[in-house]
T-cell receptor
Framework: QQPVQSPQAVILREGEDAVINCSSSKALYSVHWYRQKHGEAPVFLMILLKGGEQKGHEKISASFNEKKQQSSLYLTASQLSYSGTYFCGTEIFGDSSYKLIFGSGTRLLVRP | DTGVSQNPRHKITKRGQNVTFRCDPISEHNRLYWYRQTLGQGPEFLTYFQNEAQLEKSRLLSDRFSAERPKGSFSTLEIQRTEQGDSAMYLC???????????FGSGTQLSVL
């Protein structure tokens, strides 16, 4: 039931782009993306609610392919502040608790 | 909006002792969730409240764990007879029915010696 994230880790130079993928075996109602820095709480980035919908937050955007039960997070022109661990959280379709099931995370390091 | 508050931030205890954590959600949020996170892993769902009712508990959760949310406001998570494997970050999160966003607290880091 836990979504699978890939890659597990990414190292970038400042200004480079990255894509993080999240895949589920269950039909999804939504996908949430969070970023967590060491010792801190996860910080909300964005929610994807509809198939094929793409949302953006500054230079971070995401897409959600409802049929494939997949979501991708796009980080463009990365900044040092983007470093951290990115988690996707999935809401299973029909789950009335609206709880999120999180992947194991993708560790991103942006170097100068 | 003062955010989700968790206390204590850190707890060190000896194996076999009981510990209790507190979570104060955002005031108008009726849904409250507890998660556990170990190093290198994503948050793992433990239990969920809608107002004061505990509606779901993870099947992986030991009977040593219990949670309450009296009056549908703050919540407490108690671990009895702690074991070293209980060492983790315990996260609380809350949301309202009219907003999809889940707000996390800063967590309680538990170390069982």
């Amino acid at each position: 039931q836990q979504p699978v994230q890939s890659p597990q880790a990414v190292i970038l130079r400042e200004g480079e782009d990255a894509v993080i993928n999240c895949s589920s075996s269950k039909a999804l109602y939504s996908v949430h993306w969070y970023r967590q820095k060491h010792g801190e709480a996860p910080v909300f980035l964005m929610i994807l609610l509809k198939g094929g919908e793409q949302k953006g937050h500054e230079k971070i955007s995401a897409s959600f392919n409802e049929k494939k039960q997949q979501s991708s997070l796009y980080l463009t022109a990365s900044q040092l502040s983007y470093s951290g661990t990115y988690f996707c959280g999935t809401e299973i379709f029909g789950d009335s608790s609206y709880k999120l099931i999180f992947g194991s995370g993708t560790r991103l390091l942006v170097r100068p | 909006d003062t955010g989700v508050s968790q206390n204590p931030r850190h707890k060190i205890t000896k194996r076999g002792q009981n510990v209790t954590f507190r979570c104060d959600p955002i005031s108008e949020h009726n849904r409250l969730y507890w998660y556990r996170q170990t190093l290198g892993q994503g948050p793992e769902f433990l239990t969920y409240f809608q107002n004061e009712a505990q509606l779901e508990k993870s099947r992986l959760l030991s009977d040593r764990f219990s949670a309450e949310r009296p009056k549908g406001s703050f919540s407490t998570l108690e671990i009895q007879r702690t074991e070293q494997g209980d060492s983790a970050m315990y996260l609380c999160a809350s949301k309202s029915d009219d907003n999809e966003k889940l707000f996390f607290g800063s967590g309680t880091q538990l170390s069982v010696l």
